[in-house]
T-cell receptor, first 114, second 113 residues
Framework: DTAVSQTPKYLVTQMGNDKSIKCEQN?????MYWYKQDSKKFLKIMFSYNNKELIINETVPNRFSPKSPDKAHLNLHINSLELGDSAVYFC?????????????FGPGTRLLVL | KQEVTQIPAALSVPEGENLVLNCSFT??????LQWFRQDPGKGLTSLLL?????REQTSGRLNASLDKSSGRSTLYIAASQPGDSATYLC????????????FGQGTTLQVKP
């Protein structure tokens, strides 16, 4: 029944490792997003995909690479993890072009880089 | 560049009080403004969405207003309850076709029994 799901919920890893976070939505939406929430709780857009096509890339380092195998999935792969990557990463989805609809957010993935 | 600011950053009130959370934004070219609630360790839940042509939206004890020309929105919570304790986030959707939201830094509310 979960609308937007993310795995894993928690991720603790060492600096320099490569890790992936997965996101799936069962709402039939065509647009998916990744947001990063830093230690000060500030949420900022990272990427957006519409029908598997990248439409937003907000000056995120090349170490971050989103992949959308289909409309219902948007995964985030991070290479060479750094201490500053520690944050909560939220996936969201919506229907593009429907301004009166909100975005639906996943529960977040808490990443801690040691 | 659109910037969203929320005041105050934190608020503590006794149960039963009415309260107002403030949000301001620098660019009035928006499709809509939304208020979200975030509980500790959880995701975001949409509370109210106000389209750019609207002035306010109501849901139960919550009322959100929008003054687009002045770049301001308020979230009014009536008869606050301990269960209202959470972080409240304001977000605007700029007039572009990307759908992205730009968030304020939130107001953390504590309602004391």
């Amino acid at each position: 029944d979960t609308a937007v799901s993310q795995t894993p919920k928690y991720l603790v890893t060492q600096m320099g490792n490569d890790k992936s976070i997965k996101c799936e939505q069962n709402l039939g939406h065509d647009t998916m997003y990744w947001y990063k929430q830093d230690s000060k709780k500030f949420l900022k857009i990272m990427f957006s995909y519409n029908n598997k096509e990248l439409i937003i890339n907000e000056t995120v380092p090349n170490r971050f690479s989103p992949k959308s195998p289909d409309k219902a999935h948007l995964n985030l792969h991070i290479n060479s993890l750094e201490l500053g990557d520690s944050a909560v990463y939220f996936c969201a989805s919506s229907r593009r072009g429907v301004e009166k609809e909100t975005q639906y957010f996943g529960p977040g993935t808490r990443l801690l880089v040691l | 560049k659109q910037e969203v600011t929320q005041i105050p950053a934190a608020l503590s009130v006794p149960e039963g009080e009415n309260l107002v959370l403030n949000c301001s934004f620098t660019d009035s070219a928006i499709y809509n403004l939304q208020w979200f609630r975030q509980d500790p360790g959880k995701g975001l839940t949409s509370l109210l969405l106000i389209q750019s042509s609207q002035r306010e939206q109501t849901s139960g004890r919550l009322n959100a207003s929008l003054d687009k020309s002045s770049g301001r929105s308020t979230l009014y919570i009536a008869a606050s309850q301990p269960g209202d304790s959470a972080t409240y986030l304001c977000a605007v959707r700029p007039e572009s076709n990307t759908g992205k939201l730009i968030f304020g830094q939130g107001t953390t509310l504590q309602v004391k029994p």
